[in-house]
């Protein structure tokens, strides 16, 4: 079954403790991203990349690293996580074409106290 | 991706036929229109897409005027599980950085 899969699905932390949310696809997908959710601000996009190695910044990319090592894999990490980025995570992956569609992942809940 | 422009909500009766309309002035030739669908807590789902005159699918359908400047989300007779948020994205996907618009807020009453 074609499908993005993040864990873990819901992380309380401390603030300062460094964290890793993975994200692996199983569609061969190119392009791959991350994006949060928080209340009256929809989705924005934190990072992205297009290919194995290839990353960019998106619209909020402060406080997160990511890294493309493989193409299946596109972890984010919070080297040290502050209250601020308690939000809801979502990864995402695509083909690099004009009429593709984007997968999602089920979503990560992180509460950083 | 192109810039787009969609109502904030909308109310529904269960049964009506809902007609979301999102504007995109400066859609590119090569851009298609692709309209995806979000329950609360979870990821965005793809519903449909297109490039030009109409789409259909079995869960919506999709127009597309001639100058593709805007494109019109129809769902047919509405159920209260349709209650969900749309949002409309122009542009190829896989090329540069996506920003979501604010998307439809769907609200269907029983």
């Known amino acids: 079954e074609a499908q993005v899969t993040q864990n873990p699905r819901y992380l309380i932390t401390v603030t300062g403790k460094k964290l890793t949310v993975t994200c692996s696809q199983n569609m061969n997908h190119e392009y791959m991203s991350w994006y949060r959710q928080d209340p009256g601000l929809g989705l924005r996009q934190i990072y992205y990349?297009?290919?194995?190695?290839?990353?960019d910044k998106g619209d909020v990319p402060e406080g997160y690293k990511v890294s493309r090592k493989e193409k299946r894999n596109f972890p984010l990490i919070l080297e040290s996580p502050s209250p601020n980025q308690t939000s809801l995570y979502f990864c995402?992956?695509?083909?690099?074409?004009?009429?593709?569609?984007?997968?999602f992942g089920q979503g990560t809940r992180l509460t950083v106290v | 991706l192109a810039k787009t422009t969609q109502p904030i909500s909308m109310d529904s009766y269960e049964g009506q036929e809902v007609n979301i309309t999102c504007s995109h002035n400066?859609?590119?030739?090569?851009?298609?229109i692709t309209w995806y669908q979000q329950f609360p807590s979870q990821g965005p789902r793809f519903i449909i897409q297109g490039y030009k005159t109409k789409v259909t699918n079995e869960v919506a359908s999709l127009f597309i005027p001639a100058d593709r400047k805007s494109s019109t989300l129809s769902l047919p007779r509405v159920s209260l599980s349709d209650t969900a948020v749309y949002y409309c994205l122009v542009g190829a996907w896989g090329y540069q950085k996506v920003t979501f618009g604010t998307g439809t807020k769907l609200q269907v009453i029983p």
């Open positions: 400066n859609i590119a030739t090569n851009d298609y």
């Open positions: 990349s297009m290919n194995v190695e290839v990353t």
């Open positions: 995402a992956s695509s083909f690099r074409d004009s009429n593709t569609e984007a997968f």
